[in-house]
């Protein structure tokens, strides 16, 4: 089956520094990808959607400087949490989609939990 | 957007028993996800399924489009199906709530 993988799995790192999150399509290639973030006991909100060498869709609320999103090439995307806050804690979620047999099924990563201190 | 509601927010279960987990969705959809959430937060494809039912063990989901709502069924539950379940609008990407299921050994 499709293989989605996030680095790092887990991060702690000091207020106002930037933290980069890597996600990757093991073996498939993801036109679109797909980033998640997700509270305690709460469920995932779309935060973004990333297509391979375009600009990434935010949805409302996010803000596009704070959270970067990169998508380089047809298996990695990245997400970028620049001068991160306590408030950004959270578990961080991408997906990715397989289109290759025309089917909109979608693959999730492990899951990237960043705690700001 | 389209709603996405599930039920129930929670459910616990004996090691045996069966379940079973609604899906409602406020608009015609064609494509929905059925996924189980680990309790280290793992995210774990169980049913793509835009209309129709399929089975995978003792897991099996139907989704009747046209009255907009799919169920998810467990049978004889075990005590590694706890997590959480949502569903979820592939093409939107909405997810519901989630029902947390904890079977009790």
């Known amino acids: 089956g499709a293989v989605v993988s996030q680095h790092p799995s887990w991060v702690i790192c000091k207020s106002g520094t930037s933290v980069k999150i890597e996600c990757r399509s093991l073996?498939?290639?993801?036109?679109?990808m797909f980033w998640y973030r997700q509270f305690p006991k709460q469920s995932l909100m779309l935060m973004a959607t990333?297509?391979?060498?375009?600009?990434?869709?935010?949805e409302q609320g996010v803000e596009k400087d704070k959270f970067l999103i990169n998508h380089a090439s047809l298996t990695l995307s990245t997400l970028t949490v620049t001068s991160a806050h306590p408030e950004d804690s959270s578990f961080y979620i991408c997906?990715?989609?397989?289109?290759?047999?025309?089917?909109?099924?979608?693959?999730f990563g492990p899951g990237t939990r960043l705690t700001v201190t | 957007g389209i709603q996405v509601e599930q039920s129930p927010p929670d459910l616990i279960l004996q090691e045996g028993a069966n379940s079973t987990l609604r899906c409602n969705f406020s608009?015609?959809?064609?494509?929905l996800q059925w996924f189980h959430q680990n309790p280290w937060g793992q995210l774990i494809n169980l049913f793509y399924?835009?209309?129709g039912t399929k089975q995978n063990g003792r897991l099996s989901a139907t989704t009747v489009a046209t009255e907009r709502y799919s169920l998810l069924y467990i049978s004889s539950s075990q005590t590694t199906d706890s997590g959480v379940y949502f569903c979820?609008?592939?093409?939107?990407?909405?997810f519901g709530a989630g029902t947390r299921l904890t079977v009790k050994p």
């Open positions: 979820a609008v592939v093409h939107d990407m909405r």
């Open positions: 399924i835009p209309s």
């Open positions: 997906s990715a989609r397989d289109l290759s047999g025309w089917v909109y099924e979608q693959y």
């Open positions: 073996d498939f290639q993801a036109t679109t």
């Open positions: 990333s297509n391979e060498g375009s600009k990434a869709t935010y």
């Open positions: 608009d015609s959809v064609n494509n």
